[in-house]
């Protein structure tokens, strides 16, 4: 019965962000495709699947037994946001499946995201702004609004990968995949405003710097990641006119993508070494992960289209870096329930 309680409060409190770990790890699985690692990818892409489908059964349970929680959620600034995780793991699980040649499984995969993306990109804005007043709605202004951002160029990057393989259809995904590149542009610089408005407004406490900010260069990193396979659908007459437009912008968001990493590790710095907040296990974690692996595969994948080795060796470097981030998190996410039930009790009145 103890043990029902704690599943029965786990489902409960389940964040609407939890699709971040497929997220991460559906991203690395891509990365070690590109680097040749056909054994490592195919286990992360299980590891992904899996888990895809555990939490949508966690989410279904939760959205039927705690309907209140699921609508609070909807409802608030800080966590409704986490929902478009949703979109971003099923579309890169499904750009994973792609690379597999499991194509029909990816358009179904893109058929549920882009009809998740389109549903939750009205109803989630409407309900915070209609529920929350402009001074609340610019507090919660974090790194975890950049995921609309990312859920948008998800389907970007997954459209424009079935593309080639269609023989119907293919013009519409083409569009479909322009389009949400071209949104998922100007909700960076709307979501960048936002965030910018809040560090600016209202001070800035460690605890508050959490690891969701780094979506914001992870955002950046998908856009270049979009951009490049949008530049490779062939044929297609919306690229006739606008391929050397989506290539320089593609460029721009890589370099300041790039930019934007050492004042994110210095802001980890500030955090944990400074004010010396103890860096534990938490589900934001994979929010960090994510952000290195797409940065990786971004700037491969860039490297590659527009002939730059430079960014082709930093892609490769990154990729590393990312699967050990990767395997670092998985482990302490392993450990982190045994660190709770080891803590000594704390004596009365404490």
Known sequence: MKWGGRVVGAVERLAPGSFAFV????????????EGWPVISA??????????????????????RHRRAVLSDLRSPARSFGWFTFVA??????????????????LIGLAVAALAWLVLGYAI???????????????????SWFVWVVASQ????????????????????????????????FLYAATAVAVALRLISFALDPIDLTAPYWVGMGATAITVVAGS???????????TTTHDFVAGLTVLFWAFGTWLIPPLILAGYWRHVHH?????????LWSIVFPLGMYGV???????????????????????????????????????PWRVQKAPAQPPGR
């Open 89 to 106: 793991g099923t579309s890169v699980v499904a750009t994973r499946l792609d690379m597999a040649h499991q194509t029909r499984v990816a």
């Open 154 to 185: 998800s389907v970007a990057v997954l459209g424009a990968s079935v593309e080639p393989s269609l023989t119907t259809g293919r013009h519409a995904v083409a569009l479909l995949s322009f389009a949400c590149w071209a949104v998922g542009v």
């Open 23 to 34: 997220m991460a790890t559906g991203i690395v699985s891509v990365a070690a495709a590109y």
């Open 229 to 239: 396979t949008v530049m490779g659908m062939v044929g297609t007459p919306i690229l």
């Open 43 to 64: 286990v992360l892409l299980w590891i992904a699947a899996i888990s895809f489908a555990v939490l949508v059964v966690l989410n279904i349970v939760r959205a039927v």
């Open 298 to 336: 971004g700037s491969h994948a860039l490297g590659e289209r527009e002939g730059l080795p430079l960014l082709t060796g930093i892609g490769h470097i990154e990729i590393f870096v990312a699967l050990a981030a990767w395997l670092a998190t998985f482990l302490a996410m392993l450990w982190a």
């Open 276 to 284: 010396r907040v103890p860096l534990r296990y938490e589900t934001g």
């Open 125 to 143: 804005p409407a309900l915070c702004w209609s529920t929350a007043g402009i001074t609340p709605l610019v507090r919660s202004a974090d790194g």
